[in-house]
């Protein structure tokens, strides 16, 4: 239904439901807002933005207010300019606003630039000195309550966007303050480092540490581009400032994360402390030193030269999965088919990949779906993943919605934080998966409302809750439980991790898949099933057969592309005693100490190029910031040396991405 209405005489439609200020922005119209955000729920509290409605005997607040037919609407009256000044004086004369010792001053603070908007430039009222404090507990941030308007935008992003529900607001009137949990110090509370708060924030009340003073809105630059700490593919906006990263934040407009980061796509990044490879190194009488490429490209190709189709046994070839799409197709081109190794990987072995990516091949179809089944499910089943720890988003999405009634059941034999949040958590033994989703799938399929058929013909009878008890140690009540919520549920969703794809063994997720088929979570048009992956990287490396396990036998070579990624001590003892190494990389590591020649290349924030992510979405990448000068591209150097091996590289990444199929519908 549209509703019919004017705002400053303007014919407007807008949808039942739309709020005046967003009918007013459609329409063109701007209201000036503090407390209201586009990502959060309307709360109404600071009354900047109010209108006047015809009929109505005050002045109304436009955030809150929903559109009627015949609504008449004036967003700029005399008496609304008054009502707003009035509002701003207060608002500046409670607490301690001294603009110009303030990081936000000079155009990023939304209360300062209210305040020129309405063409102020002093406060007629005095200020309250009362001094608040300043909560410098916390790592990442710091929280000035002289600065705060009480907007509560951070509360309702902390509740709403991450689920964490950290902050709230204690006391009333004038004696209300911001709180973290029962009002600790913020550095001690249930924050979880996510920024999400600092921000929403509008003013200088909560601000990062390290971009702080370092730039004004009018000095920086934005770069859209895609975070690279997992698979989700979260979309960031890099803040540079003379090539200099100051600050990442959520991309307001990015489909998978819609503003919202964790604190590893946020902050961790911002703490490098390894040191850069800033030139070519070449191994010389024993030791590394600093080289030209010309003479490095020429160590490493009189190297490789000989090996090339050496019943593919020369060189050992591993890629990190957090290179771009180009990158990994290039390197793959390189070794496999050019050079024709035969143990050509990835750094991630297929281990959150080949499983899923092997039942798709068996289907001949993808059978997984999109990340909106963790954000739309009215009950979620977790199994084999920790997504508190790793894909937090994925956590937020899930932790987010448990307020609103949404059902939980994790599947964990060990420790793993999202237990404590479960509704059911279940336990159960090592390797007894399969027959708790046998015992699941017995249970659900005596019940009325049982949705689909499963794929695999398998006698249930032997999987009635008292024997897959014995076998799983999970008491038959739960699992008569959980068999109900799941089958009672209208729209279950299904997400699994390295604890179901590790073991590489189909059964486990094919159960898991009739399990979902049986209670309507997966048919041929719809799927409420996905997986995590690993590194922003694994499904395109999945689909370019990076997905080996990386065996060094008696290779002559070996070429480690990791980039910026860490190289463990595993897979360094894992490569040691290969005759010769070849390290293309970001930063110095135990992996280029132990290399023959060390090729310097873009760490994640100079690349450009792309990242499928763990539901199939094709992203770019752009560069933020411009890489030191010897450093190369990966792929500016695989090409290098593959011209220098009489080969040229076929630029077709993206048809070649759909050569195998892939668990996930590719989003290309
Ligand atoms: N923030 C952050 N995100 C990350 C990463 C990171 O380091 N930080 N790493 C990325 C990478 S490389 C990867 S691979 C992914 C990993 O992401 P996930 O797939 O979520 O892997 P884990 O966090 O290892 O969680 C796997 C869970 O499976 C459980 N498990 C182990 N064996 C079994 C079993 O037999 N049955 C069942 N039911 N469960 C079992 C383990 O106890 C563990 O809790 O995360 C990626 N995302
Ligand atoms: N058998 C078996 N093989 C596997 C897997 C498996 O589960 N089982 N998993 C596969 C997968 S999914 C992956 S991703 C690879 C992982 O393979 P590796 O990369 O070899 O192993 P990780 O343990 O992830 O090693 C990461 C290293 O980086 C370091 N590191 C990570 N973050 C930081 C940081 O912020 N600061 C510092 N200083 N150090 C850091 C860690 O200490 C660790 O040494 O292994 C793959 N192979
Ligand atoms: S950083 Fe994240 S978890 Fe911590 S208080 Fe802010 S929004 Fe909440
Ligand atoms: S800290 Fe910022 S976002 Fe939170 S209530 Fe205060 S002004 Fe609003
Ligand atoms: S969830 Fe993953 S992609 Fe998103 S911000 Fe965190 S590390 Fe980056
Ligand atoms: S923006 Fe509407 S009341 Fe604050
Ligand atoms: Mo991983």
């Known amino acids: 239904m549209t509703v019919k209405l004017t705002i400053n005489g303007k014919d407007i439609e807008a949808p039942e439901g739309t709020t005046v200020l967003q009918a007013a922005e459609m329409a063109g119209i701007s209201i000036p807002r503090l407390c209201d955000h586009p990502h959060l729920t309307p709360y109404g509290g600071c009354r900047l933005c109010v209108v006047e409605v015809a009929g ?4 109304q607040p436009s955030c809150t207010l929903p559109v009627t037919q015949g609504m008449v609407v004036q967003t700029d009256t005399p008496k609304i300019a008054e009502a707003r000044k009035l509002l701003l004086t207060l608002l500046f004369s409670e607490r301690n606003h001294f603009c110009m010792y303030c990081q936000m001053s000079g155009g990023d603070c939304e209360l300062q630039n209210a305040a020129y908007g309405e063409d102020m430039t002093h406060w007629p009222l005095q200020p309250n000195w009362q001094p608040y404090p300043v909560d410098a507990s916390h790592k990442h941030f710091v929280l000035d309550h002289n600065r705060c308007i009480l907007c509560r935008r951070c509360v309702r992003a902390c509740g709403e966007l991450v689920g964490n529900f950290t902050l709230g ?25 996510c920024g999400t708060c600092v921000q929403v924030c509008p003013t200088g009340a909560l601000i990062d540490r390290l971009s702080a003073y370092r730039g004004r809105e009018t000095e920086i630059q934005h770069i859209k581009s895609i975070c690279a700490g997992c698979s989700l593919g979260c979309g960031i906006d890099l803040v540079v400032r003379d090539n200099h990263l100051l600050r990442i934040d959520g991309d307001w407009d990015a489909p998978v994360n819609e503003g919202v980061l964790c604190q590893k796509g946020r902050f961790l990044p911002l703490q490098e402390e390894r040191e850069r490879i800033l030139t070519p190194l070449v191994r010389k009488a024993g030791t590394l030193k600093a080289a030209t490429w010309i003479e490095a490209l020429d160590r490493v190709t009189d190297k490789l030269k000989p090996l090339i189709g050496q019943n593919g046994r020369g060189v050992a070839a591993l890629a990190s999965t957090r290179l771009s799409v180009e990158a990994l197709h290039s390197f793959k ?46 009950c979620v089943f977790a199994i084999g993943t920790d997504l508190i720890d790793s894909h937090q988003l994925a956590g937020f999405f899930i932790k987010r919605n448990l307020p609103k009634g949404i059902k939980l059941i994790v599947v964990d034999p060990n420790d793993n934080d999202l237990h404590e949040l479960a509704d059911f958590s279940l336990r159960p033994k090592k390797g007894s998966d399969y027959d708790l989703l046998l015992g699941l799938m017995a249970e659900t399929g005596q019940m009325e409302v ?6 695999q013909p398998v006698d249930l009878s032997k999987y009635r809750p008292g024997e897959v008890s014995r076998t799983t140690g999970i008491p038959a009540e739960m699992i008569r439980a959980v068999a109900q919520l799941l ?57 370019y057969g990076l997905d080996k396990t990386f065996e060094i036998k008696d290779q002559g070579v070996v070429y480690l592309a990791l980039g910026d990624d860490y190289a463990s001590a595993r897979l360094v003892r894992r490569v040691e ?4 190494k070849i390290v293309q990389a970001s930063y110095v590591s135990p992996a280029t100490a132990i290399a023959d020649v060390v090729l310097p290349v873009e760490m994640w924030a100079e690349e450009e190029g792309h990242y499928l992510n763990l539901e199939g979405r094709l992203q770019e990448v752009h560069r933020g910031l411009t890489p030191p000068e010897e450093v190369r591209s990966h792929v500016d150097i695989l090409e290098a040396i593959a011209a220098q091996l009489d080969f040229s590289l076929d630029p077709g990444w993206r048809n070649e991405l759909e050569k195998r199929v892939p668990p996930n519908a590719l989003m290309v």
């Open 333 to 378: 081109q390189l070794f496999a088919e050019k050079i024709g190794s035969e143990m050509v990987t990835s750094i991630e072995e297929g281990v959150t990949t080949a499983l899923p990516g092997r039942v798709a091949q068996e289907l001949g179809r993808s059978f997984e779906g999109n990340l909106s089944a963790l954000k739309t499910a009215d």
């Open 577 to 580: 005693r290969v005759p010769f």
């Open 450 to 455: 049982k949705r689909g058929e499963p794929a």
């Open 487 to 543: 089958a009672s549920a209208k729209s279950p969703a299904f997400v699994y991790g390295k604890g179901v794809t590790r073991g590489g063994f189909p059964i486990v997720l094919l159960a898991l898949l009739d399990l979902a088929r049986l209670v309507g979570a997966l048919d041929a048009e719809h799927s409420m099933i996905l997986s995590v992956k690993g590194e922003a990287n694994s499904l395109a490396a999945y689909q």
């Open 169 to 193: 607001v204690q006391e009333r009137g004038p004696a209300s303050i911001l709180v973290a949990d029962l009002d600790v110090p913020l550095g001690q509370s249930t924050c979880i480092s």
């Open 56 to 59: 109505a005997p005050t002045l």
